[in-house]
Nanobody
């Protein structure tokens, strides 16, 4: 099994920045992709970004392209999400996810392991 623990959420003003971290433990050698999703109250979980665990491929949701950056540190088994130029609509609980399976990186169905989530609130 794989365990994921997110950190770095909080309250930030419009235009500000935050960096989220997701620490993976357990059988991390099986992982292919790590992703970030978010969910605002009353809305479906939305794809934010993903990165291949072994390579350098990255993917982003349309709403965060050019503002967010995903990266990984394999030595620390940690994935980061750098969030810049934050907007009120970025307010959500952010979840880290991972999978040992291939599939659409933007689909929640592809991911087998999820963290508990971290709240990000952007105030105007």
């Amino acid at each position: 099994q794989v365990q994921l623990v997110e950190s770095g959420g909080g309250l930030v003003q419009v235009g500000g920045s935050l960096r989220l971290a997701c620490a993976a433990s357990g059988r991390t050698f099986i992982l292919i992709t790590m992703g970030w999703f978010r969910q605002a109250p009353g809305r479906e979980r939305e794809f934010v970004a993903a990165v291949s665990w072994a390579g350098s491929s990255t993917w982003y949701g349309d709403s965060v392209k050019g503002r967010f950056a995903i990266s990984r540190d394999n030595a620390k088994n940690t994935v980061y999400l750098e969030m810049n130029t934050l907007k009120p609509q970025d307010t959500a609980v952010y979840y880290c996810a991972s999978t040992p399976r291939s599939g659409s990186v933007s689909s929640t169905d592809t991911y087998d392991y999820w963290g508990q989530g971290t709240q990000v609130t952007v105030s105007s």
